[in-house]
């Protein structure tokens, strides 16, 4: 259970601003049901920090953009009776909208276009500075990702505690100029921010010398988090420097060496549990997970097109299929090769993901006729879900990973992850060791084909185990899943965290 939140002041109003949610605890607000905008792993995460803070009696609020169209409720009426309500200070709300037409009629959170990106992030970032903090008077301010990356620098000018909470290395950049043009008062504040040169004053800089949103929130931060322990030391040391600025990995190594950073693992939705998942074609626990997996290879095999083969084995790809982070090159390269030599076995795959690498996933399938074998598709929840229960084996050959969800959503279901071992995998995944009753996955140390070749091997081993030896281990593996990996645990190392910074004197 997560504990209380203790400290000097009662009970202490921590606000969360994010631009994606998955959902609201029934009973935040009075329309909470509502609301869900999701692009990634933040949107999940977000929801289940929030939950659990509320669930344990937290005085939590929620900053994030009206997308009007994604929620698909609200009007111009209802926004004016909102803003009139934070001018009164009457508002019993938890849930704080950043209302601007740039988000009423958006489909999706993010544009694949950077200056709308960049238009809608300072859109939302205006809104929570100019409006939200002031009515809301928090005593501590949680940020997420480089969409929040200018609110660090106004909470310490105005001496509020902030976390920044680094979810993806990934940033954009903008003018001081340009932040001031969209309502925002960035010379109140322009020193905490971080710019892409040594700025000389706030006349020579304003127009000409980029600030970068993501490493301005690191900057200005009075504590930094990201979602593993080993990704923050690999920052730190220096491991992902071909794929993380040098001037990222600074900040967030003086972060470290200050005693201002941590890496929190995430916890995925509990709604993942094969014993009431309704995207699931059987129900089952860990008792009955043979026959109940059993049946759900048999439905997503249908739904995708592969062959319905009960007994093969399944390996299902749940991530974008991004060649720089998610390591699909790893797959295709050895996916021939593999099948050939296991096609008495007629092992198969399957890919629910979205990405560019898609279309290299197609063309192997195509030029070999595999079609029965590999299933390509688009990204869908429902089947996605499906896919968690019906598989053997999750993939996850990533280069790098902040924390990953699927390899601790897989052993819920009995499917067991093959990963890199890297990141927040190597804080999740540990390998299996079948005489010692110990591990959940599989895993190998350097990043390429034939690491993951041998990983796919050991996996096939141990699929082909007599089948009490199997399924003992699977049964334990769902049966330790939950205790390892939950909301509580993320939510009260959150608080710990919390506590830390509120007893800790701020400075300028």
Not at 282 to 288: C, D, I, K, R, V
Not at 292 to 307: D, P, S, T, W, Y
Not at 358 to 366: A, G, L, R, T, W
Not at 483 to 491: E, K, M, Q, V
Request: overall charge neutral; aromatic content about 12%; some cysteine.
């Amino acid at each position: 259970m997560p504990r209380k939140l203790k400290h000097r002041l009662r009970n202490p109003k921590i606000l969360v601003v994010t631009p994606e949610i998955t959902y609201l605890p029934s009973g935040m607000s009075s329309t909470a049901n509502n609301y869900s905008a999701k692009a990634g792993g933040l949107a999940d995460v977000s929801a289940s920090l929030v939950a659990a803070l509320f669930a344990m009696g937290a005085d939590v609020h929620v900053a994030m953009p009206y997308y009007r169209r994604l929620f698909n409720h609200g009007t111009p009426d209802h926004f004016e009776q909102k803003r009139e309500r934070y001018k009164s200070g009457l508002s019993q709300e938890r849930l704080h909208f950043a209302q601007d037409r740039i988000f009423f009629y958006r489909d999706k959170v993010y544009s694949g276009y950077y200056g709308e990106s960049i238009k809608i992030s300072l859109a939302f970032q205006r809104e929570v500075i100019n409006n939200i903090i002031p009515a809301l008077q928090p005593d501590l301010i949680h940020c997420n990702d480089w969409m929040t990356g200018l609110i660090p620098s106004y909470a310490r000018q105005h001496k509020i505690p902030s976390l920044f909470t680094v979810h993806n290395i990934h940033t954009q950049k903008t003018t001081l100029e340009n932040i001031e043009n969209s309502g925002i008062d960035g010379a109140e504040f322009w020193q905490h921010l971080y710019f892409e040169k040594l700025p000389l004053n706030y006349e020579e800089t304003r127009s000409h010398n980029a600030v970068d949103l993501l490493t301005s929130g690191i900057f200005a931060a009075h504590f930094i988090n990201t979602v593993s322990p080993t990704f923050l030391l690999e920052i730190v040391n220096g491991v992902h420097d071909a794929f993380i600025p040098g001037y990222i990995r600074q900040e967030m190594a003086n972060k470290y060496y200050s005693g201002c950073a941590k890496g929190i693992l995430n916890a995925p939705d509990p709604d993942h549990n094969p014993a009431c998942d309704p995207a699931l074609a059987a129900h089952y626990t860990s008792e009955t997970q043979e026959a109940g997996k059993r049946l759900n290879k048999i439905a997503f095999q249908k739904a995708v097109g592969l062959q319905i083969a009960p007994d093969a084995p399944l390996f299902f790809w749940p991530s974008r299929l991004d060649s720089i982070q998610k390591g699909p090159q790893l797959l295709t390269d050895i996916l021939y090769q593999f099948i050939h030599q296991n096609w008495d076995r007629q092992p198969q795959f399957a890919f629910v993901a979205n990405g560019d690498y898609q279309s290299v996933c197609k063309s192997i399938v195509d030029q070999h006729g595999f079609h029965q074998l590999v299933a390509v598709m688009d990204f869908n929840d429902t089947l996605s879900h499906l896919g968690y229960a019906a598989a053997d084996f999750i993939l996850m050959p990533s280069r790098f990973e902040p924390c990953g969800l699927p390899q601790m959503i897989g052993p819920a279901y009995g499917t067991l992850p093959i990963v890199h071992d890297t990141g927040g995998l190597h804080d999740t995944v540990q390998p299996l060791d079948t005489k010692q009753n110990s591990g959940n996955g599989f895993s190998f140390k350097f990043f390429d084909s034939r690491g993951l070749h041998w990983a796919m091997n050991q996996a096939m081993d141990f699929y082909f185990l007599p089948r009490p030896e199997k399924n003992a281990q699977i049964r334990r593996i769902m049966q330790e899943n939950p205790a390892l990996y939950n909301h509580a645990n993320t939510a009260n190392a959150y608080i710990e965290m919390y506590e830390q910074m509120l007893d800790r004197p701020l400075v300028l």
